[in-house]
C-alpha cells in the first residue's frame, strides 16, 4: 500500500466541512507558512520537493514560482487551473468535490509565497456543482479567519475567486484561460511571454493546476526534503491517476510512482483487471493528448525492463516506444476495441475544440477526422493512411498551442503502432462497417 498524501483524509465523513477538516489536521500548513516562515521559504520548500506540474507538462512547480517578475507596485496573481477538460481526466474533480478545503488551503500558501493577494479558481463550466462546493469551503475558511485581511494576525491579505467557464477544452490552456479570464473569448496567447511574466491583466501570474497546488499542503507539512523521498528519480512525491476504461475498478487513485504499470492495471488496489478476462489491447495512460502504446510496450520498455508508473518510465523511449505521465488520465482499452474508431473519437474531439487561430490546427484537425471517418465507414483508400501521417507532421509543432501537438500525436501513435488495423478496414470494408456500427449518423 502506496503512501497517501492528498487522498488520506478523502474518506473521513464531511471532510468537505471546515470543522470536520481542522479537527482532521487542516490548515496546519496554513499557520506554519504564514507565522514562522519568509515566503521566498515556502518557494524553496517546493524547489527542494521536486514537485512537477500536476496538469500534464510536469513543469517544475517551484521553479515556475520562482520565475515570478516582481515589479515594484504591480499586483501578482494565482490562478489554479481547474478546467479539467481532458478526456479521461477527473482527478481535480474529485479533489474539489470531496476535499474542497485542501486546494483553499493550499491556494493560501502559494498565494503567500508569490504575494497574491487576489487569487482565482478557474473552473470548467460543466463542474457547475463544484462551484457551490468551492464558494461555500472559501466561506468557511474567511468566516475561521483563514482568508480575507490580516490573516491568522501576520498581516497577509488573500481573497480567493471562483470564476467558471463556459465549457471550451482550449480554456485549459494557460494563456486562453487567462484571455476567458479577463472576460475575453479563449484564445491562446502567443508564449514567450510566459504568464509569470505578463499574464492576467499583464500583470505577473502563476497558473497551477489543482493537484499541483494541494500537494503543497504535505510539502509544507511534512517539509520539502521528506516529500521528495517518497517517489522515485524527478517523479517525487505521490500523483492521482484516474482510471477508466476496461478495467474492473475504475476510479481516482494516488500512486507513490514506484509500482509498475502491471501492477496498476492488475492488482486488486487499483484497476482490478480487466472484464471478462478479456485481454490487454492498448492504453493511454496520461490523458487523451499523450500516445497510445500497445500492450507490449505498455508493460515492458522497449529495452525490456519494466514499465513503471512515473514520468521517467513512462517516456522511456520518447514517442517511437514510450509515451508520458500527462495529466495521469488513464485510458484501458481492451483485445475489443477498435483503434481506428477510438481515434477517431478523439479527432472528433480536437477538431470540435480547436480555437481555429492557427491554419494547420484549424483544417488539420478537420482533415484527420474525416479520413478517420472515411476508414471506419469502409469507404477508405490505403493512401489515406499516408495523408493521415502527413496531415499530423505538418500539424506537430506548427502551432500557437499544445492542441495542435494534441491532436497530431493520438493519430501518429495509433498509426506508428496499430497500421495493420488501418489496413484491415481497408481491405475489410463490410467487416468494418459492421464493427462499427452506430458511427453512420456522424
Ligand atoms: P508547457 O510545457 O508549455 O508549460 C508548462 C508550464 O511551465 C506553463 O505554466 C508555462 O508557463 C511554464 N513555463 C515553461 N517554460 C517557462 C519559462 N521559460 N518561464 C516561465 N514559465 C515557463 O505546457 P502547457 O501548455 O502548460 O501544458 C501542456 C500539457 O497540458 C500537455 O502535456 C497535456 O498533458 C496537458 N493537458 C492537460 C489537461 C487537463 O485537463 N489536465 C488538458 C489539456 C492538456
Ligand atoms: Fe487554437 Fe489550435 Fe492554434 Fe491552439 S493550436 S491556438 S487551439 S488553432
Redo the contacts with the bound molecule.
Keep these: 500500500m502506496g503512501r497517501k498524501l492528498l487522498l488520506e483524509k478523502a474518506h473521513v465523513e464531511n471532510i468537505r466541512y471546515f470543522d470536520v477538516y481542522r479537527r482532521e489536521g487542516g490548515y496546519r500548513s496554513v499557520e506554519k507558512a504564514l507565522k514562522s516562515m519568509a515566503p521566498d521559504a515556502v518557494t524553496e520548500e517546493v524547489k527542494k520537493a521536486g514537485l512537477r506540474?500536476r496538469?500534464?507538462?510536469?513543469?517544475p512547480a517551484g521553479m515556475?514560482w520562482s520565475?515570478l517578475a516582481k515589479p515594484e507596485g504591480v499586483p501578482r496573481h494565482l490562478v489554479v487551473?481547474a478546467?479539467?477538460?481532458?478526456p479521461g481526466?477527473f482527478k481535480?474533480r474529485y479533489l474539489m468535490e470531496f476535499l474542497p478545503h485542501i486546494l483553499i488551503e493550499g491556494m493560501i500558501v502559494a498565494s503567500f509565497a508569490l504575494g497574491s493577494n487576489n487569487s482565482y479558481i478557474y473552473i470548467r463550466g460543466e463542474y457547475w456543482w463544484i462551484v457551490d462546493i468551492l464558494e461555500q469551503a472559501i466561506e468557511e475558511a474567511r468566516s475561521n479567519g483563514f482568508l480575507g485581511k490580516n490573516i491568522l494576525g501576520t498581516g497577509f491579505d488573500c481573497e480567493i475567486y471562483v470564476h467558471r467557464g463556459a465549457g471550451a477544452?482550449i480554456c485549459?490552456?494557460?494563456t486562453a484561460l487567462i484571455e476567458s479570464l479577463e472576460g475575453k473569448r479563449g484564445n491562446p496567447r502567443i508564449?514567450?511571454p510566459?504568464?509569470?511574466?505578463k499574464g492576467v491583466w499583464d500583470r505577473p501570474t502563476v497558473?497551477n493546476?489543482v493537484e499541483t497546488i494541494c500537494a503543497v499542503v504535505p510539502i509544507i507539512n511534512e517539509g520539502g526534503d521528506e516529500y521528495a523521498k517518497i517517489g522515485v528519480g524527478k517523479s517525487t512525491g505521490t500523483k492521482l491517476i484516474s482510471a477508466c476504461g476496461n478495467i474492473n475498478k475504475p476510479g481516482v487513485y494516488e500512486i507513490d510512482m514506484t509500482i509498475s504499470v502491471e501492477e496498476f492495471i492488475y492488482s486488486d488496489e487499483y484497476c482490478g483487471g480487466i472484464p471478462n478476462g478479456k485481454r490487454l489491447k492498448a492504453c493511454i495512460p496520461?490523458?487523451s493528448?499523450?500516445p497510445i502504446l500497445p500492450a507490449n510496450l505498455l508493460l515492458k520498455t522497449a529495452k525490456g525492463e519494466t514499465r513503471m508508473m512515473n514520468y521517467e518510465s513512462l517516456s522511456d523511449g520518447g514517442f517511437a516506444t514510450g509515451t508520458?505521465m500527462?495529466?495521469g488520465?488513464f485510458i484501458v482499452l481492451d483485445e475489443d476495441q477498435c483503434v481506428v474508431k477510438n481515434t477517431y473519437t478523439l479527432a472528433r474531439f480536437y477538431r470540435h475544440e480547436s480555437c481555429g487561430q492557427c491554419s494547420p490546427c484549424r483544417e488539420g484537425t478537420g482533415w484527420m477526422e474525416k479520413l478517420l471517418l472515411r476508414l471506419e465507414k469502409g469507404q477508405g483508400k490505403m493512401s489515406d493512411i499516408d495523408l493521415l501521417w502527413d496531415i499530423q507532421r505538418k500539424i506537430e509543432g506548427n502551432t500557437i498551442?499544445?492542441l495542435g501537438d494534441?491532436a497530431a500525436w493520438p493519430v501518429a501513435a495509433a498509426i506508428r503502432h496499430f497500421r495493420d488495423e488501418f489496413e484491415w478496414h481497408v481491405l475489410n470494408p463490410d467487416e468494418a462497417v459492421k464493427r462499427n456500427y452506430g458511427l453512420a449518423h456522424y
Excluded: L, Q, R
Excluded at 55 to 59: L, T, V
Excluded at 83 to 86: G, L, N, Q
Excluded at 194 to 197: K, L, N
Design positions: 506540474g496538469g500534464g507538462a510536469g513543469f515556475k520565475f487551473n478546467d479539467e477538460s481532458e481526466t481535480d477544452y485549459g490552456e494557460e508564449k514567450p510566459f504568464p509569470a511574466i497558473v493546476n496520461g490523458g493528448s499523450v508520458m500527462g495529466s488520465g498551442c499544445p494534441a
